[in-house]
């Protein structure tokens, strides 16, 4: 039985390949994390077609909506707000989720929340019994973002460093696009890296250690694999894929401890698709250490969903800090 404390929000998300909803109580348990992905739909492309995108995103949200509520148990009548992500994304895909989200605003007459994606990432460790506390560093690691950001509160992200070229999802996808395992490239690449016999290095490092080098890079590193498989089919794919995928996930380690030491932060925030990787959580621990903490969401909620959006949207929900039905989207996070 809930009292008149408890805040139910809905979220939703259709910023990229995947239309979500999740319902979430007072910012912290899920009630329901609906997702459904396309990735059927577009790996055939080895990439995301957004027309397809946004198109599927229309076709499944309402279902989604109502498969939400009947796993929560609830009704829209039971709803204190609606959150929709409204940037960064694709822009076609985008005003699915906040069209949606908006109708549910007006209709149901409760306060409407536009979400930064990125933020609502780093908020999912936040869905799991970790005590949400500021400040925290966060890396933010998925196909299309690749960025550290100092957070001070919600609405509150202060970005330190990001890549200057690609993401490191990105990168993972393109080799795996090269070397045929298909799509999305992590989590192939990660699996086939595990049996690699022989542990070289056959890549350069990235970038500099400097501690004033915030900036990350997989464009090069990304040629240099495909490059290397051209000119050596004799070397076994798991040992080049094991090799990039060290070095690729070597830079987010050293960056965002670097970034949390020198402003004295320890806790740390790992989020995004590429966070579900075992050999990064590895590192990670590895790197730790004794008071510094590091939150990795369990690897559903790593990548893309809409629980995150309700649960950041709590936080904005509390702070009275709501968005207008005029609120458009955007493809960048501004
Ligand atoms: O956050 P996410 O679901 O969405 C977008 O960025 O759109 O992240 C997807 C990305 C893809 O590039 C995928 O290859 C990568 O995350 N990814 C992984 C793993 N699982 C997903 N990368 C490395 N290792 C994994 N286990």
Redesign the pocket.
Known sequence: MKGNNDIIGIGLES????TAVGIVHNGTDVLANCIFSQVDLHSEYFG?VPEIASRSHLEVINALIRKALQGAGISFKDLHYVAATNRP?LVGSLLIALQSAKAISYTGNIPFIAVNHLEA?LYAPFLEGNALSYPFIGLL?????TAVYRVEGAGRMELIGKTVDD????A??KI?KFANLG?????????MAETAREKRKLFPKILSDSPDDTRFSYSGLKTAVINFMKENPGTPLEEIVYSF?ER?LELLVRRVFTAARKQSVATIVV??????????RQLLEEERRPGETVLIPS?IL???NAAMVAGIGYRYFLQGSFSTLTEDVFARSQ
């Open positions: 910023s990229c390949d995947e995301v994304g990432h690691v998925s196909g299309g973002n993401a490191a999802g990105e993972f996808d795996a799509y999305p490239g992590g989590p192939r690449i990660e699996k995928q690729a989020a995004g698709g590429v966070a579900a990787n075992g050999r990064l690897p790593c990548t893309d």
